[in-house]
T-cell receptor, first 112, second 113 residues
Framework: DGGITQSPKYLFRKEGQNVTLSCEQN?????MYWYRQDPGQGLRLIYY???????QKGDIAEGYSVSREKKESFPLTVTSAQKNPTAFYLC???????????FGSGTQLSVL | AQSVTQLDSQVPVFEEAPVELRCNYS??????LFWYVQYPNQGLQLLLK??????LVESINGFEAEFNKSQTSFHLRKPSVHISDTAEYFC???????????FGQGTRLTINP
């Protein structure tokens, strides 16, 4: 089945630690996105990438980093600079020049 | 830049009652409009979209939304809800380039038997 796979489903971060969330898609989509979801705030865009080896900051990029070395993969690193990382993180992808976003099932990140 | 406001954070209704989830947007350019649905502990799924043409768009499970340019609204409606419609609903907007979607805060729809 084609789709977007996010792992792990649950992740715990210790103070001062960097953690990486995985996002893989086998839909052959060009564009990939990371959103953060907090209760009552909807989804906020962290980073997005329209093509391999290129990415842009979204609205809340501080404290996060990404890479896009392969078309199918767009990992997100939550760095120690992100002081409030507890949230539900959603990865999404879409074809270029197509408006429909496909979402993964999310990763819940919590701070120990 | 675009923005989206969903006026209700929670909407409780009884089963088989009608429901309307409100969405207003702001943009200086022409837009595409979307409703996404999120079931518990899952990602989002596209429910319906307005790109152009008829201002009334429908989903396969009985929801409909109407694009009203003068009121900058895209309210979601269903004439009779079911327990299975319990979910969080997100309105979203993008410009015609559709490179980024901006989401509203979400409306949690709760169906009571």
């Amino acid at each position: 089945d084609g789709g977007i796979t996010q792992s792990p489903k649950y992740l715990f971060r210790k103070e001062g630690q960097n953690v990486t969330l995985s996002c893989e898609q086998n839909l052959n989509h060009d564009a990939m996105y990371w959103y953060r979801q907090d209760p009552g705030q909807g989804l906020r865009l962290i980073y997005y990438s329209q093509i391999v080896n290129d990415f842009q900051k979204g609205d809340i990029a501080e404290g996060y980093s990404v890479s896009r070395e392969k078309k199918e993969s767009f990992p997100l690193t939550v760095t120690s600079a992100q002081k409030n990382p507890t949230a539900f993180y959603l990865c999404a992808s879409k074809r270029q020049n197509n408006e429909k976003l496909f979402f993964g099932s999310g990763t819940q990140l919590s701070v120990l | 830049a675009q923005s989206v406001t969903q006026l209700d954070s929670q909407v409780p209704v009884f089963e088989e009652a009608p429901v309307e989830l409100r969405c207003n947007y702001s943009s200086s350019v022409s837009v595409y409009l979307f409703w996404y649905v999120q079931y518990p502990n899952q990602g989002l799924q596209l429910l319906l979209k307005y790109l152009s043409g008829s201002t009334l768009v429908e989903s396969i499970n009985g929801f409909e939304a109407e694009f009203n340019k003068s009121q900058t609204s895209f309210h979601l409606r269903k004439p009779s809800v079911h327990i299975s419609d319990t979910a969080e609903y997100f309105c979203a907007v993008s410009d015609w380039g559709a490179q980024k979607l901006v989401f509203g805060q979400g409306t949690r729809l709760t169906i009571n038997p």
